[in-house]
């Protein structure tokens, strides 16, 4: 009790060249003051990390983020959220300081190509501790915000990257702090949780921004099911759109839930994971309906942040567990735990399938920087387990960030803002190449569409046809405070014809919401080729002449209601209806156009309504 935590000063040798990994054992006797020892002996491994194509290489070079306009003691942007955009540029903001020279707190765009920042207009509140994710269109949606600690702003707001001009749109019930949005399968979007103030706790009221009314709809029978943190998460919950249909809460509570967004909405329990909370930990959702988490620790009172931990005692985990929302009765089961415990990691899909965890502290308490652990690692999850990585430079903690580039790279951000005890912050960034860079060339992408619908069959155009062993897509994402809101995975079947490849988007979207996704192309060593973006959408997906007449076939959600529309010229300023109104009950509807077949040229669209 009176050490809890023994530090073994080691002098290792860097030889040159890659060498085989060492392991030894620390073994641990006599423990005394009424301590027992729970297990004896636990091995430690040196692994090398000179090999790029085996733990991947980060970039020397530290990108240094700009100084805040406001502060006149240059003190620079943490990028405490970070959103990637269709258009390759990342979307960063810090925190409103406290005081005209402190931090200023506005949204700056990142082209990582070019090196360059430059500003999008400003708010007249603080995007601090919001929720945000990027819209089925490629608009980012930007619930909540920061009032003061604990106590949320009741604003929304939508970027569009294409104008560079924020909208807001009409307030939410009451104030949230930390809340998580997520696209549904119909475009729709689903804002949980964030806390109101601090008495009052989480706001329990789930709503849904409703894209075909432009409009909030309350789920007030989920509210009255909804209970107060510990036992419901207060802050960035790890929400994601499930193959039932439903809303899958995996943490960082104990109790993972659906959540039913239809009518009133409701609330079920689902499975119970190890943990009773899981703070400042991870989740990734790695395959259709498959989610894992990782790290964190329950909540623990620090009255004093100690660097040596004596005043905190919990250790963050290393415990992993993957649930498989395909059964018919999920549960949680644990997986290989990772090689140390993370607290504020952040979980980040690659394109071969593996999930990188890059960032956080190894050490009791809240935010310290002497357990930063610097090295990646990666989780398998055909064989479930971590296999360590090479080391960055920075210490990413607390507000820390990461996400995949279109060119198959990793990017780490941040951490401070508030500074963790015993380190400054970080105004930084830093570009991990995975292992798959270094294996060989690269496939490229020709040219491929920038839009397709649900269960589409589309080309692509690449001079390594031969040689393709997969295609996934990862949707953009959108991150901050460990959980990455948008990510998601597929694997596309596809056929090659010698030119190129045919590949058919997935036709559920319930396990592939629309928007916009990075298509990577594999070849059979594994390495990736750099991304095509492509938006996936409601939309026509086959037109088919029968007589006089065209009968349309459009991908639709159930029970949701859409219209079909033609015009005789693109563009369209005179759009007719085509009958009634559909109330789709599968994943496609087929719709007649009466003598649409005789008329020389038409277009057709579909529009979601309310």
């Known amino acids: 009790p009176s050490e809890p935590i023994k530090r073994i000063p080691l002098a290792i040798l860097d030889r040159p060249g890659v060498q085989?990994?060492?392991?030894?054992?620390?073994?641990?006797t006599n423990a005394t003051d009424g301590?027992?020892?729970?297990?004896?002996?636990?091995?430690?491994?040196?692994?090398?990390?000179?090999?790029?194509?085996?733990?991947g290489q980060w970039d020397t070079n530290i990108v240094q983020f700009p100084a805040h306009a406001t502060d006149q003691n240059g003190s620079a942007i943490v990028s405490i959220h970070l959103n990637l955009l269709p258009n390759g540029k990342l979307l960063m903001w810090d925190r409103h300081g406290v005081n005209p020279q402190a931090t200023d707190g506005d949204p700056r765009l990142w082209d990582p190509v070019t090196g360059i920042f430059s500003a999008t207009p400003k708010l007249n509140y603080d995007l601090f501790c919001a929720g945000h994710t990027l819209m089925a269109d490629g608009r980012l949606f930007v619930p909540g915000g920061h009032i003061l600690d604990g106590v949320g702003h009741t604003n929304a707001a939508i970027y569009d990257p294409v104008s560079n001009i924020w909208t807001q749109v009409d307030a939410m019930n009451a104030g949230r702090w930390y809340p998580t949005a997520t696209v549904?399968?119909?475009?729709?979007?689903?804002?949980?949780?964030?806390?109101i103030d601090i008495p009052t706790d989480v706001n329990k009221l789930s709503q849904i921004w409703d894209i075909a009314s432009w409009s909030w709809r309350g789920l007030t029978n989920a509210e009255l099911q909804h209970g107060r943190f510990p036992i419901w998460a207060n802050y960035y919950p790890f929400m994601y759109q499930a193959p039932n249909g439903k809303v899958f809460c995996a943490g960082p509570q104990q109790v993972s839930?659906?959540?039913?967004?239809?009518?009133?909405?409701?609330?079920?329990?689902?499975?119970?994971?190890?943990?009773?909370?899981?703070?400042?930990?991870?989740?990734?959702?790695?395959?259709?309906?498959?989610?894992?988490?990782t790290g964190?620790?329950?909540?623990?009172?620090?009255?004093?942040?100690?660097?040596?931990?004596?005043?905190?005692?919990?250790?963050?985990?290393?415990?992993?567990?993957?649930?498989?929302l395909n059964s018919t009765n999920p549960v949680w089961r644990i997986?290989?735990?990772?090689n140390i415990g993370r607290r504020h990691a952040t979980a980040t899909l690659l394109p071969d399938g593996n999930v990188i965890a890059t960032g956080g502290s190894s050490s009791p308490g809240f935010n310290i920087a002497a357990g930063a652990a610097r090295w990646a690692e990666v989780w398998n999850p055909t064989n479930e387990t971590w296999t360590p990585m090479a080391a960055a430079q920075r210490y990413n903690g607390y507000h820390a960030n990461?996400?995949?580039?279109?060119?198959?790279?990793?990017?780490?951000t941040g951490g401070g803002h508030p500074n963790p005890a015993d380190a400054p912050e970080e105004p930084t960034a830093e570009i991990y190449s995975p292992y798959y860079l270094f294996k060989g060339a690269r496939p490229s992408i020709t040219s491929a569409p920038d839009k397709v619908t649900f269960g589409e069959t589309f080309y692509v155009e690449t001079s390594d046809a031969t040689n393709i062993a997969t295609v996934s897509w990862i949707k953009i994402g959108n991150t901050t405070h460990a959980f990455n809101q948008s990510q998601r995975r597929n694997f596309l079947s596809f056929?090659?014809?010698?030119?190129?490849?045919w590949v058919t988007a997935p036709a559920n979207p319930y396990l592939c919401t629309p928007g916009h996704y990075m298509m990577f192309f594999l070849n059979s060593n594994g390495v990736p080729s750099v991304a095509s973006i492509v938006q996936v959408a409601m939309g026509i997906l086959s037109v088919e002449p029968q007589g006089n007449d065209n009968v349309i076939t459009i991908t639709t959600v159930p029970d949701n209601n859409y219209q079909l529309e033609y015009s005789d010229a693109i563009p369209g300023t005179n759009w007719m209806t085509v009958g009634s109104a559909v109330a789709a009950t599968n994943f496609t509807s087929s719709i007649t156009n009466a003598g649409g077949a005789l008329a020389l040229s038409r277009f057709y669209r579909v529009r979601q309504i309310p």
């Open 20 to 28: 085989a990994t060492r392991s030894f054992s620390v073994v641990l």
């Open 35 to 55: 301590a027992s020892i729970t297990q004896s002996s636990v091995p430690v491994y040196i692994h090398d990390d000179d090999d790029p194509a085996v733990v």
């Open 184 to 195: 549904l399968a119909n475009g729709n979007i689903l804002v949980e949780a964030g806390t």
């Open 257 to 293: 839930r659906y959540l039913d967004t239809a009518g009133l909405g409701n609330w079920e329990d689902v499975a119970s994971s190890s943990l009773n909370y899981r703070d400042y930990g991870t989740s990734a959702l790695y395959d259709d309906g498959k989610v894992m988490i």
């Open 296 to 324: 964190g620790n329950p909540p623990e009172t620090y009255s004093t942040i100690s660097l040596l931990g004596s005043t905190a005692t919990v250790f963050p985990s290393r415990t992993t567990e993957v649930i498989d």
């Open 335 to 338: 997986s290989a735990p990772m």
């Open 402 to 412: 990461a996400l995949l580039l279109p060119d198959g790279r990793v990017v780490t």
């Open 495 to 501: 056929t090659n014809d010698g030119t190129g490849l």
